[in-house]
Nanobody
Framework: QVQLVESGGGLVQAGGSLRLSCAAS????????LGWFRQAPGKEREFVAA????????YHANSVQGRFTISRDNAKNTVYLQMNSLLPEDTAVYYC????????????????????WGKGTLVTVSS
């Protein structure tokens, strides 16, 4: 049973930084891609960033490119999302996701097709 547990959300002022963590367990993730999605109130869940567990290859959405960075620590089975230069429009619940089909799939699939999800962590950016 795959478990994904997010942490690190909170309230931050615009221009500030936060680091989200996702602790993954229940599976060997060598063939997986893990990623971050977000859902703002009244909006559809959207892709933010993803990482191929085996190689560390990454992909970031255009909206966060240059501000957010996804990384992973294999020894801790943890994926991180470093968020810098935060904007009020980054306010959302951030979800960790895991997809067995790999990096290209987690980037191109609709969120409903993704295999596993955490419960989310709220990030609020004040102006």
């Amino acid at each position: 049973q795959v478990q994904l547990v997010e942490s690190g959300g909170g309230l931050v002022q615009a221009g500030g930084s936060l680091r989200l963590s996702c602790a993954a367990s229940g599976r060997t993730f060598s063939t997986y891609a893990l990623g971050w999605f977000r859902q703002a109130p009244g909006k559809e869940r959207e892709f933010v960033a993803a990482i191929r567990w085996s190689s560390g290859s990454t992909y970031h959405a255009n909206s966060v490119q240059g501000r957010f960075t996804i990384s992973r620590d294999n020894a801790k089975n943890t994926v991180y999302l470093q968020m810098n230069s935060l904007l009020p429009e980054d306010t959302a619940v951030y979800y960790c996701a895991a997809e067995e089909l790999g990096l290209r799939s987690i980037v191109t699939m609709t969120w409903r097709q993704i295999d596993y999800w955490g419960k989310g962590t709220l990030v609020t950016v004040s102006s």
